[in-house]
Nanobody, 122 residues
């Protein structure tokens, strides 16, 4: 069983900053990639950013240059530093991990957290 628990969401004014954290726990053998996705009301879930175990990152166009992802492999934790927040960043942010749960599990699988609300007021 793999669990992802997010923290750090909340309400912030436009131009402000927030830092999200996500801890993965349980049966984790190879945590290949972690990241963040978001879903605003009435919209599809979209990529925010991902980071691989060796530190390679990928950002969605709308957040590049404002958001920064990092991870602590030893703690199976990923962080999202969000700066210069805009009202359009308002969404539920979901943590994602793409991993193998055990040595005998040969395929990688996506796991998701419950989500944390980020609201940016204008």
């Amino acid at each position: 069983q793999v669990q992802l628990v997010e923290s750090g969401g909340g309400l912030v004014q436009a131009g402000g900053s927030l830092r999200l954290s996500c801890v993965a726990s349980g049966n984790i053998f190879n945590n290949n990639r972690m990241g963040w996705y978001r879903q605003a009301p009435g919209k599809q879930r979209e990529l925010v950013t991902t980071i691989t175990a060796d530190g390679s990152t990928n950002y969605g166009d709308s957040v590049a240059g404002r958001f920064a992802i990092s991870r602590d492999n030893g703690k199976n934790t990923v962080y999202l530093q969000m700066n210069s927040l805009k009202p359009e960043d308002t969404a539920v942010y979901y943590c994602n991990a793409f991993l193998r749960a055990a040595p005998y599990v040969l395929t990688y699988k996506d796991y998701w957290g419950q989500g944390t609300q980020v609201t940016v007021s204008s």
